[in-house]
């Protein structure tokens, strides 16, 4: 469960900004979107269900995403996929001189296997130079690490322990300065930083749903073969008013003629290289489409659907997989191809529901209007970003404008009340 991130001087934003899925006590609305959890030392705290930020085009809120996935993945790859002298792939902010040249900061605060923890490093494009990670086992903070890199001598200084924490020194010599320990250790079974680093391999998930995005049918199909999830994706696809009245998958070979044919010749170098050249499975989807006065008609997937039924069919599986295991989710652009009642209706599901019985989050972007009004959300769980003058994010929740209790939030958001969408006076020209 994720309850708070911080970032600074990282692509877009340059001062800190902090995002918190912490639930205000002063708003008693729509207690479902609320985890109520007790957690040592935070005594009657609750926790949202998600949240959405909204934000103009290219204000940042992409990148908000973007700096946790950063996180997740450089502690994910760190020691395994990136090699001695390799960058990190850190991005400072680039539009003003002193920025660029300082480390990004990410500061994650988030709950495994029932333990709190706050995870926190400090990078350039070529090193860590800080890396932290602290435990709240019983409410009172054990600083698990902490190394810090001394410039003057060209080495890391590691801070003393907690008497809880097994500390293996050999561990920090295999720790490289592009590389983190939370990484490292987990692939020497190390048992306490294994247990945080599943969090964010197991727990963790990433949906683009952006124009250019690839989102594949493939899991949702692969639900649909088995028994057990059939009837459950068939119901959201009928329920969904798109006309699907059900869904046939069929696995066929695709020959290597057909592989040449069909791939495009990077692809193909790679196969080749990697000696995987062979015939290769293809799932074919076909979904059978009813209307009145006719036969049920049968329609190619890939051919005769629309975008929309496409880009709902391959998300529902990846949806029903997050409410089945209470992932924590971010999703970029979720209304794309998407009517905004469906995209409500999905949300549903998972922030207001009981069909959310193990907690799911999602966080996610957004420029529909819809969502905020409806009884969807909380006021606490809406956020926007927005660019300063010298190009830099700033990220803010609705309730810093304290508005009324029965004010229309998609009519003063529009009318620009909370900031966070374009400001074009005379409009655009050619």
């Known amino acids: ?76 790859r760190s020691a395994t996929k990136i090699q001695p002298g390799d960058p990190t792939g850190a991005q400072p902010f680039k539009l003003d001189r002193e920025s660029a040249a300082k480390p990004s900061e990410f500061e994650i605060t988030f709950v495994a296997e029932g333990d709190r923890y706050v995870f926190g490093f400090s990078v350039t494009p070529t090193r860590v130079v800080e890396e932290y990670l602290v435990a709240y086992p019983k409410g009172v903070p054990q600083r698990w690490y902490q190394r810090t890199f001394n410039a003057d001598k060209n080495f890391y200084d590691w801070a003393k322990p907690s008497t809880a924490f097994k500390q293996d020194k050999s561990l920090q010599d295999k720790t490289r300065e592009n590389s983190l320990f939370l990484s490292v250790g987990p692939q020497f079974n190390h048992a306490q930083l294994t247990q945080v680093f599943n969090w964010f391999k197991n727990s963790v998930r990433f949906i683009h749903l952006s124009a250019d995005a690839m989102l594949h049918p493939g899991f949702t199909a692969e639900l649909v073969a ?26 066929t070979e695709m020959s290597i ?86 995209v409500k209706e999905l949300l549903k599901l998972l922030l207001c529901s009981k069909n959310n019985p193990k907690g799911a989050q999602v966080v996610f972007t957004t420029h529909n209007p819809i969502l905020l009004d409806g009884a969807l959300m909380r006021r606490d769980q809406i956020w926007f970003t927005e660019k300063s003058p ?37 409009g655009l020209k050619l």
């Not at 309850?3 to 902090?18: A, D, G, L, M």
């Not at 119901?235 to 969904?240: G, I, K, Q, T």
């Not at 989807?285 to 709902?312: C, Q, W």
């Open 257 to 342: 003629e057909e592989l040449k044919k069909n791939f495009p010749p990077a692809i193909l170098a790679l196969l080749e290289k990697d000696g995987q050249m062979t015939s290769h499975k293809r799932i074919e989807i076909n979904l059978t489409h009813k209307a009145e006065g006719i036969e049920p008609v049968v329609l190619d997937f890939d051919d005769e659907e629309s975008a929309g039924t496409r880009r709902f069919f391959s998300l529902i599986g990846p949806w029903t997989d997050i409410l089945d295991n209470g992932y924590t989710v971010f999703v970029d652009e979720i209304e794309t191809s998407l009517h905004p009642i469906l």
């Open 226 to 251: 088995k028994p057990m999830h059939h009837d459950r994706i068939l119901d959201l696809l009928r329920s969904a008013d798109i006309g699907v009245a059900d869904a046939q998958v069929k696995e």
């Open 1 to 76: 469960m994720l309850i708070e991130f911080k970032v600074s001087n990282f692509r877009s934003i340059r001062e800190e900004q902090t995002f918190s899925l912490v639930a205000g006590n002063a708003d008693k609305e729509l207690t479902s979107c609320v985890i109520d959890r007790e957690l040592p030392g935070l005594s009657g705290v609750r926790f949202l269900k998600g949240a959405a930020i909204y934000g103009a085009n290219a204000s940042g809120k992409s990148n908000v995403i973007e700096a946790i996935r950063f996180v997740t993945e450089f502690i994910k």
């Open 390 to 426: 010298a190009g830099a994010t700033h990220l803010y929740p609705l309730t810093d404008y304290q508005p009324r209790k029965d004010e229309a939030l998609a009519k003063g958001y529009l009318a620009g009340r909370y900031g966070a969408i374009p400001f074009i006076p005379e």
